[in-house]
């Protein structure tokens, strides 16, 4: 990030400290929120919005690749807006799973987040292309609301990757601009080697400042969809969470012990270096973004440190995890009443105990879930959403 010092668009370093247990960060305060929240609570955006938005993105790339910086793990969460005026900079953040550009070198590690992922990341041989890719990706959801790529398991979302087959024709694709498609055509071409590079996006007609993006408002469903997809992965973390809590010592036998051995300051909590460390004793061979990837994954509150709760979460076993009898406990968490439903207030007073209480992203959940369309959350559609595997990539929970 030092050497990415000065650039607008991304994050201010400030500086670093180390005490005996952990090198501190002092980073630039971004007070914004995330690109998504933003958008939705507006309300209403255009093309011309999407188009600067991405613009602001495409220029991180741009100066992360004239820098020989390759990111890596470009999404959304890892944009925030420098404070909450209108007219506030975007900014990119986590830059842990970056690295420098070695002439002639090709890369092999999977990184980065499943709906993001290029195919020829899956392929393990890829270079600073990935990015682009990446970033395609977010303007196709800024414009329609969801990934183009999309399946119920992550494999699934592998699959569709590889075969790369574009859907321009559900809506709202009929009501954008022929511009901005051709942009995410160019964004999102499978062989790395024809697709478009940062410098041509910046200068592509749909992108450029006063270009053709339209100033007409993108259809309101585009919004309620990114809420959607947004808000899912939220409420399945605190299903999960709660699941944690309510294990016995049988169901977490060793995870305790496991846990206690890494602590090693005593703290209550595991820190990257810890975390390392501790692996690297039970005969693990990450590799450091492998760690990184890990920590990010079960840091669940991303306060920088794995606390007990989320090291059970992150490390329990899929299938202990999915039992009936704990999904059924993570269920009666959210059915306060017993009806054997959960209804928006409920959901509202679960999420709100978390700080994760939002009208629109309740409604959207919702909607989502409750595919008999009665209004409301039975034990089936909860199961159902909780089976279903749409984590980023390296995440156990």
Excluded at 159 to 167: A, R
Aim: proline share 3%.
């Amino acid at each position: 990030m030092q050497h990415l010092s000065g650039q607008p668009n991304v994050v201010e370093f400030k500086g670093a400290f180390e005490d005996r247990h952990s090198v501190h960060l002092v980073m630039e305060l971004c007070a914004g929120g995330e690109l998504f929240d933003r958008i939705i609570a507006h309300g209403h955006y255009s093309e011309r919005a999407a188009a600067a938005l991405c613009r602001s993105i495409v220029n991180v790339v741009h100066a992360c690749h004239f820098m020989g910086v390759v990111h890596r793990d470009l999404k959304p969460e890892n944009f925030l807006f420098a404070s909450k005026d209108e007219g506030a900079m975007l900014k990119a953040t986590d830059f842990g799973l970056s690295v420098f550009i070695e002439e002639g070198k090709v890369y092999r590690d999977i990184v980065g987040s499943a709906y993001y992922v290029a195919p020829e990341v899956l392929k393990r041989s890829y270079g600073k292309e990935i990015d682009i890719w990446s970033a395609g990706v977010i303007l196709y959801i800024l414009l329609s609301g969801v990934p183009p790529f999309w399946a119920e398991t992550e494999k699934g979302i592998f699959d569709e990757i590889l075969k790369g087959e574009l859907d321009f024709e559900s809506h709202p694709w009929p009501l954008i601009s022929k511009s901005a498609k051709d942009l995410v055509r160019k964004m999102l071409t499978k062989d790395p080697k024809k697709r478009i590079t940062s410098a041509e996006v910046l200068e592509h007609p749909w992108l450029k400042e006063g270009g053709e993006a339209s100033d007409k408002p993108i259809d309101s469903a585009v919004l309620s969809r990114m809420n959607q997809f947004r808000a899912m992965n939220k409420l399945k973390k605190l299903a999960l969470k709660v699941i944690a809590e309510s294990l016995t010592e049988e169901d977490i036998k060793g995870l305790k012990a496991m846990f206690t051995n890494m602590d090693t300051d005593k703290s209550g909590t595991i820190t990257y270096d810890e975390l390392k460390s501790g692996l690297a004793r039970l005969g693990s061979r990450l590799s450091e973004t492998e760690v990184k990837q890990l920590m990010d994954a079960a840091d669940v509150d991303g306060n920088g440190t794995i606390d007990y709760i989320e090291f059970i979460s992150a490390t329990m076993h899929k299938h202990k995890l999915e039992r009936d009898e704990h999904l059924y406990k993570a269920f009666q968490y959210f059915d306060k009443d017993g009806s054997g439903y959960i209804t928006k207030d409920e959901l509202e007073t679960a999420m709100r105990e978390h700080g994760m209480a939002d009208e629109t992203n309740i409604k959207e959940i919702i909607s989502e879930v409750d595919k008999d369309n009665d209004g409301k959350i039975d034990y089936d559609e909860f199961c159902a959403m909780m089976r279903s595997k749409m984590q980023p990539l390296g995440i156990h929970s």
